[in-house]
């Protein structure tokens, strides 16, 4: 069914629309200035790195290709093996690879094409201008260079646990008790990572528990992630929301009002379980991410391989 009533309301309330101009075509990551960079920038102590990325390969998280034929594991097609120009092999040799994947199967970035309802996308723009052909506006290519200052909040731990057994949907309490711990205030323009501990399932070979049941952001933590101007919002999950949903006649609310209204961009599938030790281990949960997505014109969401940097 469609939102009800009080999701509409609360849509209405957290709506950024006409914000940044009636042609705006990137949402809250208007939000992410030099003020922002240089957060992240001053973030950076040590110059460790942590790759955020699950790997691209075909043991990829997707195992529901009945209802999500597009979303396609990575499979790498190797066409060209040692290939020499000149018919002499003791010269110069090449290889070339190919791959084919769904643009969302691993880790990712949603572009603010990818959902709407009621026939409209973010910014009032109605959800026509996506076709076969891709989306002629609000598509991935839009988001460009992304560099800010990221912030770790460890859900799980908050919790004391290192995962999950059950759909827990994560409240705008738990987000305001994990940036507590953390110490940091959250700045307009910061990107926030929520670990769920979900990882587990995918790093043991059950993609099928991996996505479901899954803890997730629900409906209460909307209004918290508004009131921050986060600039974006990655999950350890394949879901992002809880799911099954908090109502389970409503089918991703989530999704429907931070892409539509707050015009946020989602993130998915990033591994954070690395960072979020060392985030532990030495008390620092802030630090310089870079997550540009691939530029695929007119994509509704693009494979990243993201990177913080301490």
């Not at 987000?175 to 995918?202: E, Y």
């Not at 921050?228 to 350890?236: C, K, N, Y």
Request: net charge negative.
């Amino acid at each position: 069914m469609p939102l009800t009533p009080e999701l509409k309301e609360l849509a209405r309330r957290v709506s950024n629309w006409g914000r940044w101009g009636p042609d705006d075509q990137r949402g809250t990551l208007n939000l992410i200035d030099a003020a922002a960079v240089l957060r992240g920038r001053d973030a950076v102590r040590t110059g460790r790195p942590f790759s955020l990325a699950i790997p691209f390969d075909r043991a990829g998280p997707q195992w529901d290709n009945v209802n999500m034929p597009e979303r396609v594991n990575p499979e790498l097609r190797t066409h060209t093996v040692n290939l020499s120009f000149t018919g002499d092999a003791a010269d110069f040799t090449t290889s070339d690879d190919s791959f084919r994947m769904g643009s969302q199967a691993a880790t990712h970035l949603d572009a603010l094409s990818h959902a709407g309802y009621e026939g409209l996308l973010w910014n009032d723009t109605p959800n026509s201008v996506v076709t076969a052909d891709g989306a002629a506006r609000l598509g991935i290519e839009h988001v460009g260079a992304l560099t800010t200052r990221g912030v770790l909040l460890d859900i799980a731990r908050l919790h004391g646990v290192d995962h999950f057994d059950d759909n827990y949907a994560i409240s705008g309490d738990d987000l305001a008790a994990a940036a507590d711990a953390t110490g940091i205030t959250i700045a307009s323009g910061d990107a926030v990572l929520v670990r769920t501990g979900q990882m587990h399932f995918l790093r043991a070979g059950d993609k099928e528990r991996y996505s479901h049941p899954s803890p997730g952001l629900s409906t209460k933590s909307i209004e918290w992630i508004r009131d921050h101007d986060v600039a974006l919002v990655a999950t350890d999950s394949l879901t992002f929301e809880v799911y099954p949903p908090e109502d389970p006649w409503v089918f991703m609310p989530v999704h429907m009002i931070h892409l539509r209204d707050v015009g946020l961009t989602q993130a998915q599938n990033w591994n954070l379980d690395d960072l979020a030790a060392d985030c532990a281990a030495d008390g620092q949960h802030d630090f310089l991410l870079v997550a540009t997505p691939l530029p695929l014109t007119g994509a509704v969401g693009a494979p990243v391989a993201p990177t913080a940097i301490k």
